[in-house]
């Protein structure tokens, strides 16, 4: 199964606003509303940050946005902080044998 | 509090088996599928296997089909991965985790390495 992809990294200053982007096929992505995107500092387990494309679980800043358009998600982080700066990776339901998939990862440098 | 505790990793030869565990707590462990994913040094999140609920469907990817099972015993509250013919490409830390919809149940992780 492939990964998603997602770009290697990215990166902004604080205040700003950046977007990850995340592309899959017709058989993930862009068939099901279930793409989740996760974030992951060093040494740590992943964090649900957005489920279902842009709902956010409870207790995640509203910094943190979702939307998908065709094959590609997309994760908007608006008023970057400094505790931003983490890896984040998508993940969605598939059709295809395996019941989730996930992107490569994007690192996230805030400067 | 909700809890998942791996254990079971350490170091094995290729072609070694080794069986992780996963005891889970503080959720209705029995309501979810669970799920194992990886990720070797440095690299990214990958999927190995999932269970449904009660155990009765399960999911590999492609990299461990027919050399990892998956099971789980829900009157113990715990997730199992046997692991067979390992490989070094299974070196990884690999985490066990629950999820459906705004919930989402991740371990710290019990590292695997394959080497002789």
């Known amino acids: 199964q492939s990964a998603l992809t997602q770009p290697a990294s990215v990166s902004g200053s604080p205040g700003q606003s950046i977007t990850i982007s995340c592309t899959g096929t017709s058989s993930d992505v862009g068939y099901y509303n279930y793409v989740s995107w996760y974030q992951q500092h060093p040494g740590k387990a992943p964090k649900l940050m957005i489920y279902d494309v842009s709902n956010r679980p409870s207790g995640i800043s509203d910094r943190f946005s979702g939307s998908k358009s065709g094959n590609t998600a997309s994760l908007t982080i608006s008023g970057l902080q400094a505790e931003d700066e983490a890896d984040y990776y998508c993940?969605?339901?598939?059709?295809?044998?395996?019941?989730?998939?996930f992107g490569g990862g994007t690192k996230l440098t805030v400067l | 509090e909700v809890q998942l505790v791996e254990s079971g990793g350490g170091l094995v030869q290729p072609g070694g088996s080794l069986r992780l565990s996963c005891s889970a707590s503080g959720f209705t462990f029995n309501n979810y599928a669970m799920h194992w994913v990886r990720q070797a040094p440095g690299k990214g999140l990958e999927y190995v296997s999932g269970i449904s609920s009660n155990g009765g469907s399960t999911y590999y990817a492609d990299s461990v089909k027919g050399r990892f099972t998956i099971s789980r015993d829900n009157p113990e509250n715990t997730l199992y991965l046997q692991m067979s013919s390992l490989r070094r490409e299974d070196t990884a830390v690999y985490f066990c985790a629950g999820w459906h919809s705004s919930s989402s149940y991740w371990g710290q992780g019990t590292l695997v390495t394959v080497s002789s």
């Open positions: 993940s969605s339901y598939t059709s295809i044998t395996t019941l989730e998939v």
